[in-house]
């Protein structure tokens, strides 16, 4: 009924900056809060930043001051703009998004598939 599509991962030096898209399609009357999350090798997956319908964000102390998450709610697209980029942000990103089909249903969580994000010299 819903994909989440990612995209814009990459290979990029220490430094430098990326930004990635998720754009939700399919069966939506409205979405509450989008995230990113993400998972480095032999790690647990971990909440990068989260934003909500009315704009509100939060995010790892990891990525405070580096990482933007934005949304665009016409569109249904979260984005995650990601500067000053290091080794450790070296990862699987993921996006998720709380999602109800019908006025008035309950909110369902889907994910994407994932966009490898690789930060190395």
């Known amino acids: 009924q819903v994909q989440l599509v990612e995209s814009g991962g990459g290979l990029v030096q220490p430094g430098g900056s990326l930004r990635l898209s998720c754009a939700a399609s399919?069966?939506?009357?409205?979405?509450?809060?989008m995230g990113w999350y993400r998972r480095a090798p032999g790690k647990q997956r971990e909440l990068v930043a989260a934003?909500?319908?009315?704009?509100?964000?939060n995010s790892a102390d990891s990525v405070k001051g580096r990482f933007t998450i934005s949304r665009d709610n016409p569109k249904n697209t979260v984005y995650l703009q990601l500067n000053s980029l290091k080794p450790e942000d070296t990862a699987v990103y993921y996006c998720?998004?709380?999602?109800?089909?019908?006025?008035?249903?309950?909110?369902?969580?889907?994910w994407g598939q994932g966009t490898q994000v690789t930060v190395s010299s």
């Open positions: 399919g069966t939506i009357f409205s979405i509450n809060v």
């Open positions: 934003i909500n319908s009315g704009g509100n964000t």
């Open positions: 998720n998004a709380g999602i109800s089909h019908y006025s008035g249903s309950s909110y369902f969580t889907y």
